[in-house]
C-alpha cells in the first residue's frame, strides 16, 4: 500500500509493506523501518497501533497462461475467498479455472469476456 | 490381466466425468483414478460445448498427478495421439487427428479430448477427459455428417472396458516423465 504523506511539510511517499508475521515494513523514500512485537513492548512502535493487521502485499493474480477469458465469475467489489473461482481461461488445448489466491475485495477487473491475454498478465487486483 | 495400479469408479449416468474427476480430486482422490460413465447427462468438449454422450459410448476421465503447465499442453496433444493409435492398431481403422484434441474417422469426429485445469499460484489439479465414440448406432440428423462411431465404421459391437483400458495403460506409460 503506497500513500502520499506530509513529513515535516515535505510530501514524502510511504509504502507499507508485511514482514513476516505481526511485523511492518515501512518505507519511507530509500529508508526502511520494521516494526514488530518486539519493538511494541519497547514503546518504540507509535504508528503500529493505528494499523490495521492485514495483508498490504500486492494482491493480484495474472494469467498461468496465455489464452482467451471464457467466464467471469466475480465482479468489482464482490469479496472472494482464497481458492475461489475467478474465472476460466480457455488455451486451445485446456480449459483452466483460475482461482484466488487471497481472501479480499476484488478492487479491479483489468480483463473482459472473450480478451485474449498473455502469460503472466494481470487479471485482477484485490485489496 | 487385473492390474492392481488401475483405480476405477463406474457411473451409470453422470453429469460429467470431468467435472465428477474435478469434484473427486478436490476431495483427494488419487492421481490415475478414473472416472467412467455409461452415458453423461451434460458431457462437454472445448469451450464447453456439449458432447453428444448416449449410452454405448466410452466416456472417462483420468485425475492426473499435479504437473507443470507447459507438459499438460503437450498432454493433450499425446492424449489425442494415444486414443488415435489405439483405434489404428486395434481395428485397422485409419484416423486423422484434428489438432489439437479431435479424432476422426472418415472425416468425422469419432474421439474428443479435454484437459481441464484448476490454478492458483501453482496447478492444484488436472483432469484428462476422452469420449470415445464406440458403440453408439446412430447419431441425430444435426451430427449425422460431422459424427461418426467405431461401430458404424466396423458394423459390430465392441469392448468399452477393454479399450478403456488399453488407451489408460499407454497414456500413464506416456505419462512417467510428467509425475509429482
Given at each position: 500500500m503506497k500513500l502520499k504523506l506530509k513529513i515535516k511539510g515535505k510530501e514524502r511517499e510511504v509504502e507499507i509493506l508485511e514482514e513476516g508475521e505481526d511485523k511492518v515494513k515501512i518505507k519511507v523514500g530509500e529508508k526502511e523501518f520494521i516494526f514488530g512485537k518486539e519493538k511494541e513492548k519497547k514503546g518504540i512502535s507509535l504508528i503500529q497501533t493505528s494499523i490495521p493487521r492485514r495483508d498490504f502485499s500486492k494482491k493480484e493474480i495474472k494469467a498461468p497462461i496465455a489464452g482467451v477469458i471464457s467466464e467471469i465469475f466475480v465482479k468489482e467489489g464482490d469479496f472472494v475467498k482464497r481458492e475461489q473461482k475467478i474465472l476460466s481461461?480457455?488455451?486451445m488445448k485446456m480449459e483452466n479455472e483460475i482461482v484466488s489466491d487471497f481472501d479480499g475485495k476484488v478492487k479491479k477487473f483489468l480483463v473482459k469476456k472473450n480478451q485474449e491475454v498473455k502469460e503472466g498478465?494481470?487479471?485482477i487486483v484485490l485489496e | 490381466m487385473r492390474d492392481p495400479e488401475f483405480k476405477i469408479k463406474n457411473f451409470k449416468e453422470i453429469f460429467s466425468t470431468n467435472q465428477k474427476a474435478k469434484e473427486l480430486a478436490l476431495s483427494g482422490t488419487a492421481p490415475?483414478?478414473?472416472i467412467a460413465a455409461e452415458k453423461q447427462i451434460a458431457g462437454y468438449g472445448k469451450e464447453k460445448v456439449s458432447w453428444f454422450s448416449p449410452q454405448g459410448g466410452l466416456y472417462f476421465s483420468i485425475i492426473l498427478p499435479k504437473s507443470k503447465i507447459e507438459d499438460l499442453q503437450t498432454l493433450t496433444i499425446l492424449a489425442a495421439f494415444i486414443v488415435a493409435k489405439t483405434i489404428n492398431d486395434n481395428f485397422s481403422l485409419e484416423t486423422l487427428i484434428k489438432l489439437p484434441n479431435d479424432v476422426l474417422l472418415n472425416q468425422k469426429k469419432v474421439a474428443g479430448v479435454l484437459t481441464e485445469n484448476?490454478?492458483?499460484k501453482d496447478v492444484r489439479l488436472s483432469v484428462l477427459g476422452i469420449g470415445l465414440n464406440t458403440n453408439i448406432?446412430?447419431?441425430?440428423?444435426?451430427?449425422e455428417n460431422r459424427a461418426t462411431s467405431l461401430k458404424i465404421e466396423l458394423g459390430r459391437e465392441l469392448n468399452n472396458k477393454k479399450i478403456l483400458k488399453k488407451i489408460f495403460k499407454e497414456l500413464k506409460e506416456q505419462l512417467k516423465t510428467i509425475s509429482e
Open positions: 481461461l480457455s488455451t498478465e494481470t487479471l | 490415475w483414478t478414473v484448476i490454478i492458483g448406432e446412430k447419431f441425430p440428423k444435426e451430427l
